[in-house]
């Protein structure tokens, strides 16, 4: 009985000490944090997402499946106008480039909490994102225009015919598309989705009167659904600038893809992939 | 005990008919109501691929059918090692360790598995992940290395995102496998322990060699159907664009539109998973000689 006792004291009095002495190892970890008494601009060159790139030898982005911004061909690769742009980035830097594919909804909240580096998805520039991220200067500027079912909305041909209470609009989930569709249809009713397949599917099933999406997408859809798909007015309604999105505070790296973006607008070489992408549909074999 | 299969009766040959009619007019429904373009030769090629080097790879679907594996079979591992252990706590005699428990499945169960998985991916995996310095092994280690944890887990720049979600999984399911070991300790009736105590045997003694292994039979069936949750419950965390057979499906069907095929493609493999899974449950059953033949 006392030998019980005393072996169970033994392993009492162990589990304490060596409890206490990992409490003091995990204090003594964080008092010695290496990053207290450098100079600030040293701390901030470190810190910028282009140097600790350049020293991983790794530039992540983030993106979303959009067709034709980033979308998988059948061979599995990323292919689209953004991957072209992160690629050549990705090679002018001098490092490789690793996709991270994201739910759209969910891609800010990801940056901010380190999941990739940069944001080279389409995404467009608006003061309510500036909060909460950087953006670049513009590298490519898109509009909403509006595709729409052929029976339903029979004879729509602007935009007051679909701000009624009647109508029904679908749009991606967390897009300037879906506040386009809050701001100039503000009376219309407003489904969001996740992907843009699911809109796309509910606006071919009949159940909603049309689809807001940044050109080209519009037109792609009515293009290949004639029967039942039309484009009510063939231009965009609205204008938005698209830039890179990084996380806040770093304006070494703001510094450096600015002057990336200018000299890439300077050689031609945006444009010409802007037409590739955006001016045509060659590159839809790829896809299935 | 053998159930024998009975005669047919007119009830039954009523509820057939009753059954057959209802599926025909949803398939008659389906086909001609819905007005929907199938292609279902695009499919396969999304399965598997022609490498570079000529051989075949796994395509978008494989890989993703893969990954969901993975997911699966480490999220029920983890989750039974903390199910069990906080089985255990929740039977323990100290007060601490069952209030622990207690908080424990208060908590997993009581919050939606989406917003449980937001919580863990944004919030909490952050802190956690860089403290293993798995992604830095898996990014800068040897090759061997490297290719086991791609081989196990996921490549070095997914590497964090999966490991977060093994881990939402696992605390998930190890709520829900607390309650079924608890269940299983405290069915065993209380005259086991007595005649153990009666015996000499000290607390921990009696736990191990007389109460675990009569409770271990009473909890293999519900384990088992809670494995086969966690099949269905990885789905969930493609919303943390993790890329497993949902996420892949969505994003092949955001380039190509094929929606209702991809669908149907993916219920029909998660359905594979999990009624493989529920196969090999009987014959588990039938083995410990606790399944009904």
């Known amino acids: ?288 | 005990m053998r159930f024998s299969p009975g005669k047919l009766t007119r009830f039954d040959f009523v509820l057939a008919a009753l059954l057959a009619a209802g599926m025909i007019y949803g398939a008659l429904r389906i086909t001609t109501g819905l007005d929907y373009p199938w292609n279902w030769q695009a499919i396969p090629q999304f399965f598997f691929r022609r490498d570079s080097t000529g051989g075949w790879g796994p395509n978008l679907l494989m890989q993703g059918f893969i990954n969901t594996i993975r997911l699966s079979v480490w999220g029920a591992l983890l989750g039974s090692l903390f199910g069990f252990a906080m089985g255990l706590a929740r039977t323990s005699r100290s007060p601490f360790l069952r209030l622990l428990g207690f908080l424990y499945v208060g908590m997993i169960r009581n919050i939606p598995s989406l917003v449980l998985i937001f919580i863990f991916y944004f919030f909490i995996g952050d802190q956690l992940m860089p403290v293993l310095r798995l992604s830095e092994i898996a990014a800068y280690g040897p090759v061997p290395v490297r290719k086991l944890l791609e081989f196990l887990f996921a490549p070095a720049h997914l590497l964090t995102p999966f490991l977060s979600g093994v881990m939402a999984l696992a605390l998930l399911e190890g709520a829900y496998i607390t309650e079924i070991v608890r269940a299983a300790i405290q069915s065993i009736a209380r005259g086991q322990w007595e005649a153990a105590s009666s015996l000499g045997l000290s607390r921990n003694q009696q736990l191990w060699y007389v109460v675990l292994p009569q409770a271990l039979p009473r909890i293999l069936p519900p384990l088992a159907g809670q494995f086969i949750s966690t099949i269905k419950d990885s789905a969930i965390v493609s919303v943390v664009s993790i890329q497993e057979l949902t996420f892949q499906g969505l994003e092949v069907m955001a380039a190509t539109h094929l929606s209702l095929e991809i669908w149907t493609t993916i219920t029909l493999l998660y359905f594979l998973l999990t009624f493989g899974c529920s196969l090999a449950v009987r014959q588990m059953e039938l083995r410990t000689g606790k399944g009904w033949a």
């Open chain 1, 1 to 288: 009985m006392e030998d019980l006792m005393a072996k169970r004291c033994i392993w009492m009095n162990c589990g304490t000490a060596l409890g206490l002495l990992l409490a003091a190892a995990l204090i003594g970890g964080l008092a010695a944090n290496p990053s207290w008494g450098k100079e600030l601009r040293q701390e901030l060159v470190e810190q910028s997402m282009v140097e600790q790139v350049l020293r991983k030898g790794v530039l992540r982005v983030g993106m979303s499946t959009f067709v034709p911004w980033a979308m998988h061909d059948k061979q599995g690769n990323l292919i689209g106008f953004e991957i072209d742009v992160a690629r050549r980035l990705a090679k002018d830097m001098g490092v490789k480039v690793e996709f991270v594919p994201t739910k759209w909804s969910g891609i800010i909240p990801a940056l901010l909490t380190g999941k990739f580096d940069i944001i080279i998805g389409g995404m467009g520039i608006l003061p309510e994102r500036n909060k909460k991220v950087n953006f670049t200067i513009p590298y490519d500027s898109s509009g909403m225009s509006i595709v729409a079912h052929q029976q339903v909305a029979a004879g729509f041909a602007s935009l007051e015919d679909l701000n009624k209470e009647e109508v029904t609009v679908v749009a991606r989930l967390g897009t300037t598309a879906a506040e386009a569709a809050r701001k100039h249809l503000p009376k219309a009713r407003v489904l969001l989705f996740d992907d843009e397949s699911q809109a796309i599917q509910e606006l071919l099933n009949g159940k909603a009167h049309a689809f807001i999406s940044s050109r080209p997408t519009p037109a792609h859809l009515a293009a290949r659904h004639p029967g039942k798909l039309f484009l009510p007015f063939p231009e965009p309604f609205t204008r938005e600038p698209i830039g890179f999105a990084l996380r806040k505070g770093d304006v070494d790296s703001l510094n450096f893809l600015n002057n990336w973006i200018l000299l890439a607008e300077a050689d031609g070489w945006l444009k010409e992939r802007r037409d590739y992408w955006f001016g045509g549909t060659s590159w839809e074999d790829l896809l299935k």
